[in-house]
Structures are given as structure tokens and as C-alpha cells.
């Protein structure tokens, strides 16, 4: 347990932070599944929506440092590959 009040300030904020954080990751990770369901029911105005809605949230979180950079450029890139394999599949 911390000793000094600047060390118990420090892990109360760490837990406020540790919370935000975890409400952030958890709504990309249901962004991330239901775009995964538009694409795989092959909505494509749907999946084109929640792809966009997915890559904003994605650089939203990296720029707050929730999530690291790169991360988040490997999960949009996996959104725009997803839609452009629908795309070339189902011309709408």
C-alpha cells in the first residue's frame, strides 16, 4: 500500500483511468464484433457505416492513448480489407 499522499493520490487516479480505459476497449471490441456481423450477414450500407464509425473510435482511443498506434492501424486496416473483399463480392 502506498505511504506518501501524493502515492495515494496517484492510485486513485490510476483507477479512475484504469476504468475509463476498460469502458473504451470494451465498446471497440463491440463496434469491432458488430461490424464483423454486418460484414458477414454482407449488409453492405450497414457494414459501411459501422467500418467508419470502427476506424474513427480506433484513432479516437490511439490518440488518447487507450490503445497503442499501431494497434489501432492494424484493426482499421482489417475493417477496409473486410469491406473491400464485401465490395468485390456483392456490387451494390
Request: hydrophobic share 35%.
Amino acid at each position: 500500500m502506498p505511504i506518501t499522499k501524493s502515492a495515494i493520490k496517484r492510485m486513485r487516479s490510476n483507477e479512475r483511468k484504469r476504468l475509463q480505459n476498460a469502458t473504451i476497449t470494451s465498446l471497440l471490441k463491440t463496434l469491432f464484433k458488430s461490424f464483423q456481423k454486418a460484414v458477414k450477414e454482407q449488409d453492405v450500407t450497414e457494414a459501411k457505416e459501422k467500418g467508419r464509425l470502427v476506424a474513427r473510435e480506433y484513432d479516437k482511443a490511439a490518440s488518447k492513448g487507450v490503445i497503442p498506434k499501431g494497434r489501432a492501424d492494424r484493426k482499421k486496416m482489417r475493417v477496409a480489407n473486410a469491406l473491400k473483399k464485401l465490395l468485390a463480392a456483392k456490387p451494390n
